[in-house]
């Protein structure tokens, strides 16, 4: 298993560079047992958030968690930064916020299709899936806006990954179009739209039954000196 100490100097992207073919395949560390864990915690948010409980059944539920969180606390890693590669060379950050798939915080995102990125920019438009629970909720049955914005950076930077002009971004600047569900499938698209040198332009939608919900327009920066 690969970590990377917290505090590192070095991008996730320039670990999994360095460390090249010795990344784990994702069927080492993506077991069964560890997508159930995840899962439960989700669930568990999710109930907290909800939950009818009186004040001594709260004080159950926090004690049996305090259990379980000191047996988890036993063996810790030394980073948060939790990496794997694929069989076609995709490197995968399972633990990011944004949709780590080992990281119970994040929402889970299903990607329609992720291939490695091609050795020069070419226009991709990446399509990718999502359901909100009410833990992610704002207004009454809205997802909170901090968190549509959080979607779309994590897909538009996917895109431009995708596309194969991977970057920081420097700026989002996302615009509301109507409340966007909790509670209710999404579709967020988004898609590398200019490069020009280390400058990347990409842009990307989150629809909710067909309608756009909120659009995005990033500028990131790439690698380089």
């Not at 036993?74 to 930064?81: C, E, K």
Request: charge should be negative; aromatic fraction near 4%; proline fraction near 9%.
């Amino acid at each position: 298993m690969t970590t990377v100490p917290d505090g590192s100097p070095m991008s996730a992207a320039q670990v999994a560079e360095m460390l090249g073919d010795s990344l784990p395949r994702p069927d080492a560390v993506v077991t069964p047992a560890a997508l159930d864990l995840v899962r439960a915690a989700r669930d568990l948010v999710a109930a907290v958030v909800l939950t009818g409980a009186d004040d001594g059944e709260r004080a159950e539920a926090a004690r049996a968690l305090d259990t379980v969180t000191a047996q988890l606390r036993r063996r810790q890693r030394p980073g948060a930064v939790l990496l794997v590669r694929h069989g076609d060379g995709r490197v995968e950050h399972l633990t990011q916020a944004g949709s780590g798939r080992l990281n119970p915080q994040a929402p889970e995102i299903v990607f329609d299709a992720l291939v490695p990125p091609p050795d020069e920019p070419s226009p991709v438009e990446l399509v990718a899936r999502c359901t909100l629970s009410p833990a992610f909720g704002g207004p009454p049955g809205r997802v909170h806006g901090g968190q549509v914005a959080a979607l779309l950076d994590e897909v538009v930077g996917f895109a431009a990954f995708a596309a194969g002009a991977p970057g920081v971004t420097v700026s989002l600047t996302v615009r509301y179009h109507r409340p966007t569900p909790h509670s209710t499938p999404l579709e967020v698209r988004a898609r590398l739209d200019r490069v020009d040198g280390r400058k990347r332009w990409a842009s990307g939608e989150v629809l909710a039954a067909t309608e756009v919900t909120a659009s995005a327009e990033a500028f990131l920066l790439g690698a380089g000196g």
